[in-house]
Each structure stands twice: as structure tokens, then as C-alpha cells.
Nanobody
Framework: QVRLVESGGGLVQPGGSLRLSCVAS????????VGWYRQAPGPGKQRELVAAINSGGSRYADSVKGRFTISRDNAKNTMYLQMNNLKPEDTAVYYC?????????WGQGTQVTVSS
């Protein structure tokens, strides 16, 4: 059983920065692909990939390239999302995810609001 717990969300002004953290329980973290997703408010909005790390490296949504950085610390079973130069359109609930063969685990989500 894997449990993911996010932290670090909040209210920030446009141009500001936040760092999200996600701590995983269990012993499979270091061998798993991990990622951050977000779901913006409003009808019809779907959860979308923000950034991910797997054995092939890191990848980012075009909308966050150059502003967000995903990283992981396997010794701490923790993944991070450093978000710089935040924009109002980054407002969303952010979820961390850990992918194993046959099953994906999700955190409960953390709210990020970018507003002046």
C-alpha cells in the first residue's frame, strides 16, 4: 500500500514562486515513475499532466516549460515541484502521482491559487 501526501500549496501573487512536496509511504518510490498533475476550476476541466520523471528523464507540459522544475529525493521518498513565475492560469488543485505496473497512486491534492 502506498500513500502520497502533498504540501506546499497556497495563495501567491502573479510572478511569485511556490514549492510543492509529496511524501510517499512504502518501499517502491525509488523504482517508480512519478509526476505532478493539476485540475483547474470550472466545468469540463480535466486533470492534466504538469511534469513527470521516469527512467527516460523529465518531461513538462508546454505551458510550464522554463518555469517549473520537477525533482525527486529517493532517500526521502519525496518528489518536488518548484514553480516560478506563476501565472493566474496556473491556479488549480495539484496532485502528485506514483505509477507502478498496473496501478497509479494519487495524493489528495493541494490548492494553488495565483491572484493579486
Amino acid at each position: 500500500q502506498v500513500r502520497l501526501v502533498e504540501s506546499g500549496g497556497g495563495l501567491v501573487q502573479p510572478g511569485g514562486s511556490l514549492r510543492l512536496s509529496c511524501v510517499a509511504s512504502g518501499s517502491i518510490f525509488s523504482e517508480s515513475a512519478v509526476g505532478w498533475y493539476r485540475q483547474a476550476p470550472g466545468p469540463g476541466k480535466q486533470r492534466e499532466l504538469v511534469a513527470a520523471i521516469n527512467s527516460g528523464g523529465s518531461r513538462y507540459a508546454d505551458s510550464v516549460k522554463g518555469r517549473f522544475t520537477i525533482s525527486r529525493d529517493n532517500a526521502k521518498n519525496t518528489m518536488y515541484l518548484q514553480m516560478n513565475n506563476l501565472k493566474p492560469e496556473d491556479t488549480a488543485v495539484y496532485y502528485c502521482s506514483l505509477a507502478t505496473i498496473g496501478y497509479d497512486y494519487w495524493g489528495q491534492g493541494t490548492q494553488v491559487t495565483v491572484s493579486s
